[in-house]
């Protein structure tokens, strides 16, 4: 059997990760202030995580769980429909995506915090 491909932090991205990581959006560090360390029902999360090509957001490997967080350029009809393409390529890979725009983050945080909870299978 021939093995698979890696998929997960591909090297010629970790710069990329690298840079993304200590350049956090102001709702990325809010979400990652309740997601790192396993605050989070114990969950380990990663931030600006490359899977493929794509460098997600956050990622929890246990739930193969994605969630991004988007600016308001993601609203304009080339990026929608790139973030389309690139939610169905990772979906059709098993992962599940949780996608908000940055200000729902910071408003409606509980909500969040219960879809992931939701999604993982926590009460």
């Known amino acids: 059997m021939k093995p698979r491909k890696p998929i997960h932090d591909l ?21 990652w202030g309740e997601l790192k360390s396993k605050k989070l029902h114990d969950l380990k999360f990663r931030r600006q995580h490359s899977i493929k090509n794509y460098i997600v957001d956050f990622y929890c490997a246990q739930h193969q769980l994605i969630i991004e967080l988007d600016e308001d350029y993601h609203d304009e009809p080339a990026q929608f429909e790139k973030d389309q393409l690139r939610d169905q390529d990772l979906e059709r890979m098993g992962f599940n995506i949780l996608r908000y725009e940055n200000k729902y983050v910071f408003d409606e945080l509980i909500n969040v915090i219960d879809d992931i909870k939701t999604v993982c299978g926590i009460d």
């Open 11 to 31: 090297t010629y991205l970790r710069n990329n990760r690298k840079t993304l990581r200590k350049n956090l959006t102001p709702a990325e560090a809010f979400l």
